[in-house]
T-cell receptor, first 113, second 116 residues
Framework: GNSVTQMEGPVTLSEEAFLTINCTYTATGYPSLFWYVQYPGEGLQLLLKATKADDKGSNKGFEATYRKETTSFHLEKGSVQVSDSAVYFCALINSGGYQKVTFGTGTKLQVIP | DARVTQTPRHKVTEMGQEVTMRCQPILGHNTVFWYRQTMMQGLELLAYFRNRAPLDDSGMPKDRFSAEMPDATLATLKIQPSEPRDSAVYFC??????????????FGPGTRLTVL
């Protein structure tokens, strides 16, 4: 079956530090990959996505590249802000009729001034 | 600005009581999901509807949970009887899915349920 593994949190960084949150996946076929973000007290929001190998998703300064050879989709940001403090979820969906999303366990990011 | 709405936002109840949570998906979306989020288990998919038909409810305890879509504008999740272990945040999400394309899920703000 499908699975997503994220690095354990919480991750604590100082403002303007470089961020990497690791995500690896197991899936059959050619899944689409996503990063969702959850701010405190809110539901999840799509942050970025990539639908095929070597695609790079980007949004709000965050980037992730779909690496089929390493089955990874690591999230990066060059300079984090306090407002980036949230929980980040890596997720995948397989192509085909069912299209159930498999989420990772989430990584909490705390950015301190 | 279309968004998924959920009611109530907070619910405190006593063990054994019935709980009903409601969700209004975004107009035009054909899929609805119910998730439960806890610190221990993370985000769990409880049920998944497409075009109002249940496609997967394998994540839901059948003896006490039920999910329905009486019409395209309303999805409900019921717990009867409720237990303290049901305390969690319940999210509804909707999306537009076709066999050839997946579009993102839009999440509601959640219902925080506390069962005493």
């Amino acid at each position: 079956g499908n699975s997503v593994t994220q690095m354990e949190g919480p991750v604590t960084l100082s403002e303007e530090a470089f961020l990497t949150i690791n995500c690896t996946y197991t899936a059959t076929g050619y899944p689409s990959l996503f990063w969702y973000v959850q701010y405190p007290g809110e539901g999840l929001q799509l942050l970025l996505k990539a639908t095929k190998a070597d695609d790079k998703g980007s949004n709000k300064g965050f980037e992730a590249t779909y690496r089929k050879e390493t089955t990874s989709f690591h999230l990066e940001k060059g300079s984090v802000q306090v407002s980036d403090s949230a929980v980040y979820f890596c997720a995948l969906i397989n192509s085909g009729g069912y299209q159930k999303v498999t989420f990772g366990t989430g990584t909490k990011l705390q950015v301190i001034p | 600005d279309a968004r998924v709405t959920q009611t109530p936002r907070h619910k405190v109840t006593e063990m054994g009581q019935e709980v009903t949570m409601r969700c209004q998906p975004i107009l035009g979306h054909n899929t609805v999901f119910w998730y439960r989020q806890t610190m221990m288990q993370g985000l769990e998919l409880l049920a998944y509807f497409r075009n109002r038909a249940p496609l997967d409810d394998s994540g839901m305890p059948k003896d006490r949970f039920s999910a329905e879509m009486p019409d395209a504008t309303l999805a409900t999740l019921k717990i009867q009887p409720s237990e303290p272990r049901d305390s969690a945040v319940y999210f509804c999400a909707s999306g537009l899915v076709s066999p050839l394309q997946y579009n993102e899920q839009f999440f509601g703000p959640g219902t925080r349920l506390t069962v005493l």
